[in-house]
């Protein structure tokens, strides 16, 4: 007979109607699914008791596709056809990725880079997806039934393409996808931080090969990220690492061949964890020379071997810390994330850093899923409560391109999701009936050096002088971090809009390049902004100077209408100038030169406007 | 007659009941929904009602409202693992027939 679990008060559900939803957490090393049941969230094993998926994919002879731990066996078997780490390539291109250090054979199709594996062209969309359905499968024997859907974790700084790579991935799985969460709001739903009533909490996770720290901060039970950072490449391997040099050099071995450096690198993660809670750790192992190496590792000489890796995670935090604008007595909890940071040097350091214990006393490992599941638990209704509400937050600011090659930010970095914003833009040329949108993200001034996300064209705009139409131009992101951008004429109501899904992202580094470069470049681009406006209200006052012409030029002398053309042929020289003050000198001497013709101008419609009328008509 | 729990049950509503944070107890019920008639329901109890009847039985409070107690008076509540997944298992010994999957019963 069917198992059944405990519901809340009333919530039981009919028979063959369970709302089963799950958390996913798709990590860069392992993944792992996790569910609530009888109102307690806990990691789903797989036959053999496993929580973690190794995320490795293989691609075997005759189409077959192995993921997990016999996955991770073919790693140095058969580097090409094994698939290791392809989180890193969700939603990148290759001029984003550094091909030279990694076995795959790379092409590039649609902005996304792709492997050539045996079973074909693979995308770590494909690729990904292998490892979701292996999740999925997993939790559909656990829980004996169709899913409802789950909530899938990505890093805080994923921008939108790598969140829709995920998403696709999903989909291509076979899972909805109730909601895209941020991984450490997931650690800190986990811990329950969300029924709090406010507070900042570090959420510090040092994974298998990647470090990411994140500042969350809780009001009004809303979680805003007030700033990530991290390295991508430092992380627990890296601390086996550090053993296996160890070993080498003090038993004076020669470098070794693939089995004997997978055999010690092994040996070195067993140490590792023996560590966690004994003084000393011995390392025996045959080689396959027959050499016999039997060591031994005493906490203290592992603490030192790796004290600089452990430092190595406190610039990206302190980083975070000040961008986030704020001192370690404004920190009210520090969640610990990720297998290394069961390490005793880690969690020490921590705390004297924080100056506070830092939460441990979920598996650092499963917190992310175990967060996701209780998500994902609430978003299928099992939760009589309200929901709770997790608000994250825009890695990089988002706006449009304006005359001159400016960028008009709409929506500002660190704003919290979803989020709408409208700006009121008009038409730069009489007469202009079509406007080109071009979206774009970044900090930078000038939309050359920030990075182009969609464009798209509002037509049909009433035929109207310079400056009278009304588009207004509204930029939404939605709960999963997804952008869609729409312009409409207020007067008319014609509209135009875009779902942007840019073919590639921002890589973590970009980002925070990007950041650096807004901040580094301030000057220059306050400069290049002065620059662009200078040559925009030049532009600006020629077209109005040679249209006055056109219509008007009768009522000015010869040598009048020379000495114009004569400024305006010396503008349009300086407009191209580096010089802005020059370009605003010119602007004065056109506006000087045309000042008796703009008078005659004036005096014309007036009289104009007054020819044929009685003087009582006309009382003021 | 009466409504108990085997031990591993107690053990597991009692992780459950601590990890929720409140709930006095476990209420067991059924409604008449279901492909064989009547369906088993399994809830945590925030509040009694005036009618409900109380058992306990190793050390965990069982509460039973009166229409359900007839179809499920005598019945022992387990919890067991089936391959991978794991939950609880009424054995009622007034059913007379189960659906296919065990959810829904006739008496």
């Known amino acids: 007979m069917a198992l059944l679990q405990i519901s809340e008060p009333g919530m039981s559900a009919a028979p063959h109607q369970h709302k089963l939803a799950i958390g996913i957490d798709l990590g860069t090393t392992n993944s792992l699914v996790a569910t609530v049941r009888s109102g307690l969230s806990h990691a789903l094993n797989d036959e053999h008791g496993h929580a973690l998926l190794p995320s490795v994919v293989h691609y075997l002879e005759h189409g077959a596709v192995e993921v997990g731990f016999n996955a991770q066996k073919q790693q140095n078997i058969d580097p090409h056809n094994t698939i290791v780490s392809v989180k890193r390539f969700m939603g990148r291109g290759l001029k984003d990725i550094d091909v030279s250090q990694l076995p795959y054979r790379f092409t590039e199709a649609g902005g996304m880079v792709q492997i050539e594996t045996r079973a074909g062209i693979k995308s770590p969309v494909e690729i990904s997806s292998e490892i979701l359905k292996t999740l999925k499968t997993r939790a559909e024997l656990a829980l004996g039934g169709e899913l409802v859907g789950a909530v899938i974790t990505v890093p805080a700084y994923f921008d939108d393409a790598q969140r829709q790579a995920t998403k696709d991935a999903a989909r291509l799985a076979g899972i909805n996808v109730l909601r895209l969460l941020n991984e450490p709001t997931a650690a800190a739903v986990a811990y329950g931080l969300d029924n709090a009533s406010q507070g900042v909490y570090v959420i510090y996770d040092l994974g298998g090969g990647t470090f990411d720290v994140s500042i969350l901060k809780l009001s009004k039970g809303v979680f805003e990220v007030l700033a990530t950072n991290g390295d991508s490449a430092l992380g627990g391997d890296d601390f086996d690492h550090r053993i296996f040099c160890w070993i080498l050099e003090t038993a004076k071995l020669s470098p070794r061949k693939a089995h004997d450096t997978r055999l010690l690198l092994s040996k070195a993660r067993e140490a590792k964890e023996w560590l966690t809670e004994h003084s000393e750790a011995n390392i025996s192992c045959l080689l396959s020379d027959g050499e016999f190496v039997n060591l031994i590792l005493s906490s203290d000489k592992f603490i030192a071997l790796t004290a600089n890796l452990v430092q190595k995670t406190l610039s990206p935090t302190r980083k975070a810390m000040r961008d986030a604008g704020l001192t370690i007595e404004d920190i009210n909890g520090v969640v610990m994330v990720g297998g290394a940071t069961r390490m005793p040097q880690v969690r020490k350091t921590i705390e004297e850093y924080f100056k506070q214990t830092p939460l441990t006393n979920l598996d650092p490992d499963k917190v992310v899923a175990l967060g996701a599941a209780i998500q994902a638990n609430v978003l299928a209704g099992n939760k009589s409560d309200e929901d709770l509400l997790l608000l994250d937050v825009i890695p990089l600011s988002l706006g449009l391109e304006t005359y001159g090659g400016l960028t008009e930010k709409v929506i500002h970095r660190n704003s919290t999701l979803p989020v709408a914003r409208a700006q009121e833009f008009t038409t730069y040329k009489d007469g202009q009936t079509a406007m080109s949108i071009h979206v774009v993200q970044g900090e930078r001034e000038l939309v050359s050096d920030c990075r182009s996300l969609a464009r798209f064209e509002l037509r049909g705009i009433p035929s109207m002088v310079a400056g009278a139409a009304r588009i207004r131009v509204t930029f939404t992101v939605d709960a999963d971090g997804l952008l869609s951008v729409s312009a409409r004429e207020t007067s008319t109501n014609v509209e135009a809009h875009i779902a942007v899904k840019p073919s590639y992202g921002l890589s973590e580094d970009e980002i925070t390049n990007i950041l650096k470069a807004s901040f580094n470049c301030a000057e220059a681009d306050k400069k290049a902004r002065m620059l662009a406006e200078a040559r925009v209200a030049a532009g600006a006052i020629l077209e109005a100077v040679t249209v006055a012409l056109a219509t008007d030029s009768a009522l000015i002398s010869v040598a009048e209408k020379q000495a114009i053309e004569a400024e305006m042929q010396r503008l349009d020289l300086i407009k191209e100038s580096q010089d802005d003050d020059a370009i605003h000198k010119g602007i004065e001497a056109l506006n000087h030169a045309t000042e008796a013709f703009a008078a005659a101008r004036m005096n014309a419609s007036v009289s104009r406007a007054l020819a044929g009328k009685n003087l009582e008509d006309i009382k003021l | ?107």
């Open chain 2, 1 to 107: 007659m009466a409504i108990t729990l085997t031990q591993t049950a107690a053990n597991r509503v009692e992780t459950f009941l601590a990890n929720r944070g409140k709930g006095i107890g476990l209420r067991l019920g059924v409604k008449t929904t279901g492909c064989s008639g009547m369906a088993y329901t399994l809830e945590f109890v925030d509040t009694l009602n005036e009618e409900d009847t109380t058992f306990e039985s190793n050390g965990i409070k069982i509460i039973v409202d009166p229409k359900s107690l007839v179809y499920i008076d005598g019945t022992e509540l387990d919890f067991t693992k089936e391959g991978l997944n794991e939950g609880f298992k009424f054995r009622n010994p007034n059913v007379k027939d189960e659906c296919g999957c065990g959810e829904s019963f006739t008496v």
